[in-house]
């Protein structure tokens, strides 16, 4: 299952350690115009190597488009893209090839499949999120003609609730992530989302819910374990007066005083903007020594050699916010066939 959406689809290709990772897009709509500035900046947002909370892999990531864009257009015909591999020390997994590291993908995947690609993870690697952030930045393209926009920031890094400015959110997290890499370990949190200027009407009443869409596209991201909706866990504690969203006219225009629902209800958006947050657990490599087995069944200690991140949540925000805009891009698309 490498391909993801139903009308806007984005199938993927490729592995952390072999010579390019790419993907075509299907479904893009003709006439969009294409800045590819924007679109490389997007992935420099993703890009390692860039600071003290990422790897040390040092990745250009220059993504190269091979066809469905003419003259700064898209043509509706599939968009074909190769992001090229430069930086990888795949020695430095030899070590642990015959090894199933905790919480890692190697024990399924080699149980599922039997033969698995141990440098760097290969194609269960995060560096596979690449291939969807070129195809949410084209989706991002589509929805900035309809006004629409995707945002996504931290707001938590373990137990530590960020405050203040951007600046200062990121001050507080560099000291807490530094921390934990002195230490050899690694650390989650939480990454807020907000789709705002959503139409009312995207997502299906009943399989085809658009929370639905947005959860498992969130899930599929690697090391992502949780995501609510508007209020969320939060509002179990709460009885229905005060989470129901009271309608209201506000500018001639049908609105709601709350937004507990986080702009969906009965699986469909309901115009408000649309809130989620997306959890994500610590990264399973840390620089200690753990306990595992070999694939003969012989109990080891092992310590992980080379460049990891000690945590994802930086470099993950551009990847919830391509998620979330090739989702509502693809909603968008579908609910023009629910009318004549």
Known sequence: ?????????????????GPALGGVIDGMPAGIAVDTDFIQSELDRRRPGQGKLTT????????????????????????????????????????IKDLYRPSHADYTYQMKYGVRDYRGG???????TLCRVVGGAFAKLALRQLGINVEAHV?????????GSPAEREAQMEEIVSRVRA??????????GVVSHC????????????????????????????FDLGDGFD???????????????????????????GGI?????????????????????????????????????????????PCVLTRAVPIVESMAAMVILDYYLLNKTTTI
């Not at 190269?64 to 430069?86: C, Q």
């Not at 997306?278 to 306990?291: A, D, E, G, H, Y």
């Open 265 to 309: 209800q009965g699986g469909i958006s309901n115009g408000e903007d649309i809130r989620f947050r997306v959890l994500f657990k610590p990264v399973p490599t840390i620089m200690r020594q753990q306990n595992t087995i070999d694939k003969d069944g012989n109990e080891v200690a092992f310590t992980a050699k080379g460049r990891h991140d």
């Open 122 to 128: 290969g194609r269960t690697s995060a560096r596979e």
């Open 56 to 95: 040390a892999r040092n990745e250009a990531d220059r993504v190269e488009l091979l066809s469905g864009v003419f003259e700064g257009l898209t043509t509706g015909t599939p968009i074909g893209f190769i992001v090229r591999n430069a930086d990888h020390h795949s020695a430095d997994y030899d070590s």
């Open 183 to 192: 230490e050899g370990d690694s650390i989650g949190g939480i990454i807020a």
């Open 155 to 163: 707001v938590q890094v373990g137990n530590h609730l960020l405050t």
């Open 199 to 226: 139409p009312v009407g995207l997502g299906e009443p009943v399989f085809g819910k658009l929370n639905a869409a947005l959860a498992g596209a969130m899930m599929s991201i690697n090391a992502a374990k949780g």
């Open 235 to 261: 509002g179990v504690g709460q009885t229905g007066s005060q989470m129901n969203d009271e309608f209201c006219i506000d500018g001639g225009q049908v609105h709601t005083r709350t937004n507990h629902s």
């Open 1 to 17: 299952m490498n391909t993801f959406g139903n009308i806007y689809r984005l199938t993927t290709f490729g592995e952390s350690h």
